[in-house]
């Protein structure tokens, strides 16, 4: 067996939710290119599905598991939150590398704090090696919604998982995190000068005011004297609580540069920014070996964000028993 464990992330962009649309069954099949040849990986976490029907066909078609039980129950169901309004977000793993889901660790959270939705499941990677893995679709309105479920993001991700089965209640297991998480990072580094800076780049520093920003810049507003209008600046309030709350970004941690996943797209008015970001909690910290962003063809056809991808060494995931 590799050492080497790939989990990917990716905005499908609307992925089955217009099907009658001109040219979408040709867009799913290059989307399908992308995962199954172009960039695979042994764990996606998906955003932007729009039914249940279309994520498991999907996983169909990549030779692709998403079925696991929840907790107290025998029978399985696909690890997809279809969310409140039709952007579902879903897990799916490839069980040719050994990898298994844990009875009784499915999570949907439809009905909790979110926009969108969050989807998590518990993997057996197998040598008593477990792997918490999440799919999350932040709101595209800014604060103080994304706050709010970011906050949630840290207690799924990091704190005690009280709704695990019993063997794993009260326990934190080494996790990962893959969002559109519609916001900059607010992971710091140590600076040149040795004070902590934001590993990201500000994207929107120096652009003209434009009205879409309200949902991107922060309260209260530096007004510009030129214009009277805000100075363009990152929202990094949610960011702050992940980091802060210990979900820390892969790109940070391994202190690699930033690759823009979004705003290439004919409709995007912000321009190149990383809004997709795979974020590990304390326990998975050490294991973590690179992170890139996928850039092709297919890519660019298929969908209005790139895929991003996080290398894990196997033997470095601490061994979890279960208590």
Request: charged share 20%; glycine share 12%; hydrophobic share 40%.
């Amino acid at each position: 067996m590799r050492d080497e464990l790939t989990i990917g992330t990716w905005n499908l962009w609307e992925h089955g939710m217009y099907p009658q649309r001109a040219g979408e069954h040709e867009r799913y099949d290059r989307q399908v290119r992308v995962m199954a040849d172009q960039a695979p990986a042994h764990v996606w976490l998906l955003q932007e599905i729009g039914d249940v029907g279309s994520f498991v066909a999907l996983a169909e078609k990549l030779g692709m598991d998403c079925m696991a039980a929840s907790s107290g129950e025998s029978a399985t169901s696909p690890v997809f939150d279809p969310g409140g309004r039709g952007f579902g977000v879903g897990v799916m793993w490839d069980p040719a590398a050994g990898i298994t889901a844990v009875p009784g660790t499915r999570r949907i959270f439809t009905r909790d704090v979110f926009f969108h939705g969050v989807a998590s499941v518990v993997l057996d990677l197998g040598d008593d090696r477990l792997l918490h893995v999440a799919s999350g679709h932040a709101t595209p309105w800014g604060a103080p919604q994304n706050i709010a479920e970011a906050k949630r993001w840290v207690s799924i991700m990091t704190r005690p998982n009280r709704g695990l089965p019993a063997e794993f209640a009260g326990r934190v297991l080494p996790g990962v995190l893959g969002t559109d998480s519609n916001a900059v990072t607010g992971d710091r580094i140590r600076g040149e000068e040795g004070g902590w800076v934001y590993h990201a780049a500000d994207p929107f520093e120096g652009q003209e005011w434009i009205a879409d920003m309200v949902y991107q810049v922060p309260l209260p507003y530096e007004r510009d004297e030129r214009t009277g209008y805000p100075i363009p600046k990152a929202d990094r309030g949610a960011g702050d609580v992940l980091w802060a709350g210990g979900l820390h970004d892969a790109t940070a941690v391994l202190g690699v540069p930033v690759v823009p996943t979004t705003g290439y797209h004919p409709v995007d008015p912000y321009g190149p920014r990383d809004l997709d970001h795979l974020r590990v909690n304390t326990a998975l910290l050490g294991a973590l070996a690179d992170v890139t962003v996928v850039d092709t063809d297919d890519v660019r056809a298929s969908s209005d964000h790139r895929p991003k991808q996080l290398t894990l060494r196997r033997s470095l995931i601490p061994q979890t028993v279960p208590s």
